[in-house]
């Protein structure tokens, strides 16, 4: 009897079996969005017996199929406490229990569905607080903060899912765009809020190139307890002084908008800054009417959390007419260089160029450069004549594409990418757009894109996937078009209203369908942080879903999500568009171990203990954009007894790739005998 009661009494008063080594209570692993795991089970040694351990479906995959197409599932959970916490692409919070992936509760806000958002229904993740003065069992003590595709943020109740009834009204604030929409779905709230002691921050999604004069890119800060507002920060200055001295050089008050903030932002609670990526000014590809380098455009930008002052801000294009915006979380690491640690931002651009940054001053940590880049804009263009190039690491995209690079699987597929090629302007990195037609290379998805790094603070490395493709952008001056949008092929024509020209946007796609720029299409990166140089490259990704009858080619693919890094020595990552998970090793980059996905695993994976057990998690739900599988699962993987059935050997897969590469040949073959008569 008495040990039945002291077995009682310590059920009432431990804690649940939660994360003995590692939690992950923010979309990006901590508030600086480092995406590594100090948990150790999984190594090198034993990744091969990882296995499924459970998998939860949300339910949105039998949503209307035109609805599902309008989605993207980019969400990366959460572990807050004793919830695995996470949103679907409509905005659905579900709360799993961490190890068995069993539903606890669910919130649906009730979206509107007929918006038709310009970014798709997205939402990449949720945000936790804890109020440190609440009394035990308050209601809404714990709460989980997300926005809505609907221009919304909600407070959850972490326990139960309910409404924080005192927060704002009946437990969400509205946020009111101040700007006449095109349409509803024209403004959006996508990324995770952040959160820094009693302040949640949110920023916006726009569509781009509509207008010239379009919604702007504020972001607003709400008390955390009541909703009340705090403080918001617009990037693009409204008063005839701060646009002179932040570089926009027309002759009136900016009326330009965005430079808004799609991406996650991060937090540093020591200090009390909040770190923002900024998106370009409207319109993206002509700036004749914003002279200037149009600072805090294109820009990573620390505020003051408690007022939203600006402590600093450092821009990373000037004057952008190439849609490079700053497309993911500034990550905040304390790096070992020169004998050293500093405190740093590290950001990976569209470019394929990484800047790290000084976190109390912005100031490089390795040299930056002021380099000359091609003139000879469009009529009534304002190209800035310098672009600032970080000496280190090196870029890790290429920018570079002459005819007789053009890449295709058959001689006429080759040929019609040269034609094309050859056909445009294509001067290297910010050669300006053009009614010529001029190369993005990178393509305006990236080099690095919103899945943004991960930083492993015991071997001082940073990991970043890129993707490298070209766009055709083509300005098309306003005489000969109009304001409305087109579908072109392999793009769009977007009408830019208010400016000179509309622009048409197309990748560069041989006949068969493919790149035609050489491969490899995805990398990702090893960076050693002291020295700024590359450690690694690994090939990221096969063309098992996108070449003829399932041809898997090792040439990388364009991909979309981010790294993981754990402390056992892996690098997780899916990404690509052939849905396999991945763990490379850390070290050499050798990729180890894969898991096909039952859908696109286009999100950021996150690790975690539960139970004396290390999960390696990830949405597979395919990607709107991408065209990859659409699903609605959450996949949860950790160790077993044997060598997991997850993993795809190589001698099967070899085989497998042999009878496909024959198969594909033969394929080939009778479409270049075809061509050949035909011509």
Known sequence: MRLFFLLGLFAL??????????????????????????????????????????????????????????????????????????????????????????????????????????????????????????????????????GTNDHRLVALDLDDGSRCAAFGENGEVKIDPAFELAWPGEFQITSPPVVIGDTVAVGSAISDNVSV??????????????????????PIPREAAAAAALGWAGPTIPVEGHANVWAPMTADPQRGLIFLPTSSASPDFFGGMRPGNNRHANSIVALEAATGTVRWAFQTVHHDVWDYDVPAAPLLATIRTGGNARDVVISAAKTGLVFTLDRDTGEPVFPIEERAVPQGGAAGEALAPTQPFPTKPPGLAPTVVKPEDAWGLTPFDRAACRRAIAAARAEGLYTPPSEQGT????????????????????????????????????LVPRAKTDNEWHSVPNGEHAPMRGAPYAMQRQTMLSPLGLPCNPPPWGLLHAV??????????????????????????????????????????????????????????????????????????????????????????????????????RGDAIVAYALGDREGAAFDRPGRRFATNLMLVGAGLAALWLVARRLFRRH
């Not at 004069?213 to 617009?234: H, L, M, N, Q, Y």
């Open 528 to 629: 050693d942080m002291a020295t700024g140089e590359i450690r690694w490259q690994s090939v990221l990704g096969t063309t098992e879903e996108l070449a003829p009858l399932g041809l898997s080619l090792k040439t990388g693919t364009p991909n979309l999500g981010g790294p993981l890094v754990v402390k056992g020595g892996l690098v997780f990552i899916s990404a690509a568009m052939d849905s396999y998970l991945r763990a490379f090793d850390s070290a050499t980059g050798v990729e180890l171990w894969s898991s096909k996905l039952p859908a696109g695993g286009q999100a950021g994976p996150m690790s975690y203990e539960w139970g004396g057990r290390q999960y390696v998690v990830i949405a597979a739900g395919g990607h709107g954009d991408a065209g990859t599988r």
């Open 439 to 474: 190369i993005l290379y990178p393509f305006t998805g990236g080099g690095a894109n919103w899945g943004g790094g991960a930083f492993d603070p015991s071997t001082n490395l940073y990991y970043v996937n890129t993707s490298s493709l070209m766009h055709l952008i083509t």
């Open 213 to 234: 004069e379009a919604p702007r890119g504020t972001v607003r800060a709400f008390d955390i307890r009541t909703g009340a507002p705090k403080w918001s920060f617009d």
């Open 13 to 146: 008063v431990a804690p649940p079996a939660a994360a003995s080594g590692d939690d992950w209570p923010a979309f990006g692993g901590d508030a600086g969005a480092r995406r590594y795991s100090a948990a150790g089970e999984i190594t090198p040694a034993n990744v091969r017996r990882l296995y499924r351990a459970w998998t939860f479906k949300t339910g949105h995959a039998s949503y209307d199929p035109e609805l599902i197409r309008r989605s993207k599932f980019e969400a990366t959970p959460i572990l807050a406490e004793d919830r695995l916490v996470l949103c679907t692409p409509f905005n659905v919070v579900i709360a799993l229990d961490p190890g068995t992936g069993k539903e606890i509760w669910r919130h649906d806000p009730k979206i509107n569905l007929e918006q038709r958002p310009a970014n798709k229904f997205t939402c990449r993740g949720v945000a936790y607080w804890r109020d440190p003065g609440a009394a035990p069992g308050a209601a809404c003590a714990a709460r989980i903060l997300t």
